[in-house]
Nanobody
Framework: EVQLQASGGGLVQPGGSLTVSCAAS????????IGWFRQAPGKERERVSC????????YYDEIVKGRFTISRDNAKNTVYLQMNSLKPDDAAVYYC???????????????WGKGTQVTVSS
């Protein structure tokens, strides 16, 4: 059974940092790109970042570029999203998902995990 589980969310003050993790199982993790998405109340889900299967390539949405860093540890079947300089607009449920291909998240995501809530507030 394929499983992706996001964790590490919480409450952080504006300007603060937080790292969320995505633990995967049930498939050959290091063959596929992994993406982070988020959805805030009343808004559509948006892609935040994507990392290729080897970790050598990554993508960031413009609104998080320079503040967020995606990484992966294929030995641990885990992808991380380090978030710095958080803003209230970054508050959302963060989800991870696996791509059906190795190098991109542009072809739809085939497996989704349950999200983790990130709240940015003073």
């Amino acid at each position: 059974e394929v499983q992706l589980q996001a964790s590490g969310g919480g409450l952080v003050q504006p300007g603060g940092s937080l790292t969320v993790s995505c633990a995967a199982s049930g498939f050959k993790f290091d063959d596929f790109a992994i993406g982070w998405f988020r959805q805030a109340p009343g808004k559509e889900r948006e892609r935040v970042s994507c990392i290729s299967s080897s970790g050598s390539n990554s993508y960031y949405d413009e609104i998080v570029k320079g503040r967020f860093t995606i990484s992966r540890d294929n030995a641990k079947n885990t992808v991380y999203l380090q978030m710095n300089s958080l803003k209230p607009d970054d508050a959302a449920v963060y989800y991870c998902a696996s791509s059906p291909v190795a190098g991109s998240c542009d072809y739809g995501m085939n497996y989704w995990g349950k999200g983790t809530q990130v709240t940015v507030s003073s």
